[in-house]
């Protein structure tokens, strides 16, 4: 099931995720900010970001952002574009495949499109 969240719930998630899977909320709100933003500016370093923001404000987010267990498993670039884009919410999902090959497949699926679009340097 495809669903929408608010970005600042991302973010929220993005922030608990930085620190420690979740399970640790520092005191300092401003820490916690502080951690959240390094991760989103650590992806937006990656040489194939721009080419990424283009293709999401050329086309939308085509690819929902995977939550599994109220933490964030993939999506960490499609929300710092969305961020940098003004998006207010993001398509998400909780399902992942059931089989073990199915979910192979959809991980060589994004690896095979964001090659395509030159968004990753093929390996081997």
């Avoid at 960490?76 to 979910?103: F, K, M, N, V, Y």
Wanted: glycine share 6%; aromatic share 8%; net charge negative.
């Amino acid at each position: 099931m495809i669903y929408t969240l608010p970005l600042s719930e991302l973010l929220e998630m993005n922030a608990c995720d930085a620190i420690g899977g979740g399970y640790y909320m520092p005191d300092d709100p401003d820490m916690l900010d502080f951690r959240a933003c390094a991760v989103l500016a650590d992806k937006r370093r990656d040489p194939w970001y721009p080419a990424l923001v283009d293709d999401i404000r050329a086309h939308g987010l085509r690819t929902p952002v995977w939550i599994h267990n109220g933490e964030i498993n993939d999506g960490l670039h499609r929300i710092a574009a969305a961020q940098d884009l003004g998006l207010a919410e993001l398509p998400c999902t909780d399902e992942a495949p059931d089989d073990p090959e199915a979910s192979a497949r959809v991980y060589d699926l994004a690896t095979k499109t964001w090659t395509a679009h030159g968004w990753v340097k093929p390996t081997a």
